[in-house]
């Protein structure tokens, strides 16, 4: 089933699901969207209207606007801190919350952190925020990591030199700690705990430092990271063992733009890239070859650096981190219809995805191919 495309004439660089509350089995019904590179630059808040379906348990009625506002500068990252509230990212350097009313009719600025990220004499792009509430942080091109409370005016905490180069991404691995990504193929574990400046360790491709731009952890197990850079390889990284990655598959072709493990079924994984692609990843156990191959794509895995570590208290032992490749399979299946210009972001909750592209288009898909919770 192909998805919905709407096309809402701005480039779009982030897309992000409205939460769904805890214990409700419900598909996400809201959609939160940010524009890049146009005169004016808007964050805007989309429903999938009636989930109606036609006899072919098609989804017909394309995603319609219910509010946006105005943005200050490029959407650089856009995070819902819970569900009335988004945290946005900017090239100005600024990061602001912004507060969604109930009813999702309107959209305004409830608070916003000016110039967070700057340089001695000019801003400097915020890069990428991530929330986990009331804590969000962002980093940026300036190199810094900056912790704050949602409801606290100022800053809880700034490492000013954490990196020499651009940070492009953040995630949380638990609750006092995150993991950024730099331009010269770095990952670096921050512990706020620590009064040091200092990263609590230090991860990074071998041979040439091509830059990371995206990086998710694995929802249930943290040490297992993935991540994505300008030369479109996936990388699966164990946080406990070597500081190398675990895993190096070709993915894209191009920049990969934005990765997510599934929030609910991680042995699933979504990537976007400059290439025009969106990919669904899934792994297998003892499925054969001639499956992979039907499905039109041969995802090649480059390089294993080894098999887990023996006496794991994990109950399961990660599908990404099983070393014998003759009984694990990685799939991956394409999610647009045809390639587009940069698909520049995603997202994936329950059986829906969302992506934006460079094409002034939103695709949605309501129900994922061959995908059950």
């Known amino acids: 089933m192909d998805p ?15 939460p769904v509350p805890a214990g409700l089995l419900q598909q996400p019904e809201v959609f939160a969207a940010g524009s890049w590179d146009n005169e004016s630059n808007r964050v805007s808040i989309w429903s999938l209207g009636d989930d109606d379906s036609d006899t072919d348990g098609e989804f017909d009625e394309e995603p319609r606007l219910l509010c946006d506002s105005e943005h200050d500068g490029d ?29 999702c009719q309107a959209l305004s600025l409830a608070h916003v952190w000016e110039r967070a990220h700057r340089y001695s004499c000019d801003n400097a792009p915020c890069t990428a925020v991530v929330c986990r509430s009331p804590e969000l942080v962002s980093v940026g091109e300036d ?57 609590a360790q230090i991860l990074s491709l071998t041979g040439d430092r091509v830059p990371l731009h995206c990086v998710d952890k694995h929802p249930n197990q943290q040490h297992i990271v993935a991540t994505g850079g300008q030369d479109g390889m996936l990388c699966i990284w164990d946080v406990r063992q070597g500081n190398t990655p675990f895993s190096l598959i070709e993915a894209h072709s191009a920049e990969m733009w934005e990765v997510h493990f599934h929030p609910s079924n991680p042995n699933h994984l979504f990537t976007c890239s400059e290439d025009g692609s969106l990919l669904h990843w899934e792994t297998t156990s003892g499925s054969d070859m001639s499956t992979l191959l039907q499905r039109g794509w041969n995802s090649r895995v480059v390089s294993h650096s080894g098999v887990p570590l023996a006496g794991e208290d994990d109950s399961v032992v990660s599908s990404w981190l099983a070393g014998d490749s003759s009984k694990n ?12 210009l940069s698909v520049n972001s995603l997202d994936v909750l329950e059986q829906c ?8 288009a939103v695709y949605v898909h309501r129900q994922l191919p061959n995908f059950s919770i």
Not at 146 to 173: G, W
Not at 330 to 338: G, R
Request: hydrophobic share 35%.
């Open 75 to 103: 959407v650089t990252d856009l995070q819902f801190l819970d569900g009335d509230r988004l945290v946005s990212a900017s090239s100005s350097g600024a990061v602001a919350i912004l507060k969604l009313q109930p009813d």
């Open 353 to 360: 995805l969302v992506c934006g592209t460079d094409g002034e």
């Open 4 to 18: 919905t495309a709407k096309y809402i004439s701005q480039k779009i660089s982030r897309t992000r699901w409205r």
């Open 329 to 340: 399979r990685l799939e991956a299946t394409h999610m647009l219809p045809s390639q587009t």
């Open 143 to 199: 190199g810094r990591v900056i912790l704050y409370k949602a409801d606290q005016t100022e800053v809880v905490r700034v490492i000013e030199n954490a990196d020499s180069s651009t940070i492009h991404a953040v995630t949380f691995l638990r609750t006092t700690e995150v993991l950024t990504v730099n331009s010269i193929g770095q990952l670096k574990m921050w512990d706020f705990r620590q009064q040091s400046d200092s990263p």
